[in-house]
Nanobody, 121 residues
Framework: QVQLVESGGGLVQPGGSLRLSCAAS????????MGWYRQAPGKQRELVAA???????NYADSVKGRFTISRDNAKNTVYLQMNSLKPEDTAVYYC???????????????WGQGTQVTVSS
């Protein structure tokens, strides 16, 4: 069993900052890419940012220059620093990771339970 537990969401005013964290635990042999997705009401889930074990990153155009993804491989944790937040960033943010639970096992996709981010004055 692999669990991804997110933290750090909340209510923030426009222009403010939040830092999301996601820790993976359980039966983990290797973690591949980790990422953050978000889903706003009535919209499809979309990729926000992703990071490889080596630190290569990928961002949605809408967050480039404002959000920064990072990871601590020793702690199996991924972070999302969100600055200059806008009302349109309001969504439930989900952590995602590709995990190999044991040596020789196949890779599987895991998701966190989601954390609400609300940007409003």
């Amino acid at each position: 069993q692999v669990q991804l537990v997110e933290s750090g969401g909340g209510l923030v005013q426009p222009g403010g900052s939040l830092r999301l964290s996601c820790a993976a635990s359980g039966s983990i042999y290797r973690i591949n890419a980790m990422g953050w997705y978000r889903q706003a009401p009535g919209k499809q889930r979309e990729l926000v940012a992703a990071i490889t074990p080596g630190g290569s990153t990928n961002y949605a155009d809408s967050v480039k220059g404002r959000f920064t993804i990072s990871r601590d491989n020793a702690k199996n944790t991924v972070y999302l620093q969100m600055n200059s937040l806008k009302p349109e960033d309001t969504a439930v943010y989900y952590c995602n990771a590709g995990v190999r639970p044991a040596y020789g096992s196949s890779w599987s996709d895991y998701w966190g339970q989601g954390t609400q981010v609300t940007v409003s004055s």
